[in-house]
């Protein structure tokens, strides 16, 4: 299986971008999906996860409001549109497979995992 985030940039505060991430090789469609990010010197951080039909989304409090994610399943895609964003928003954004129909909000519950994509929002 295979993951590819793109979308990431370098954006003002309160700004708006759209993550997304194409799942290869198998299925996604009964298995929760997540994005996951990184700070330098950080540890990777929930950011918000998905069920396998798009009824269920979990969300950071430090998002909540703000990032909406949704998928595809007919294109094996998952998406996290973020707006009004800030500047404590800037890390490497992931996205991940999980291993159930359920959102979850641990590292642990994710089989796989893409390549990352920049964030940067400047102040």
């Known amino acids: 299986v295979q993951l590819q985030a793109s979308g990431g940039g370098l954006v003002q505060a309160g700004g708006s971008l759209r993550l997304s991430c194409a799942a290869s090789?198998?299925?996604?469609?009964?298995?929760?999906m997540g994005w996951f990010r990184q700070a330098p010197g950080k540890e990777r951080e929930f950011v918000s996860a998905?069920?396998?039909?798009?009824?269920?989304?979990y969300y950071a409090d430090s998002v909540k409001g703000r990032f909406t994610i949704s998928r595809d399943n007919a294109k094996n895609s998952v998406y996290l549109q973020m707006n009004s964003l800030k500047p404590e928003d800037t890390a490497v954004y992931y996205c991940?497979?999980?291993?159930?129909?359920?959102?979850?909000?641990?590292?642990?519950?994710?089989?796989?995992w893409g390549q990352g994509t920049q964030v940067t929002v400047s102040s």
């Open positions: 991940a497979l999980g291993r159930s129909p359920y959102g979850s909000r641990l590292v642990d519950g994710y089989d796989y």
């Open positions: 090789g198998r299925s996604t469609s009964r298995l929760n």
């Open positions: 998905i069920g396998w039909s798009g009824g269920l989304t």
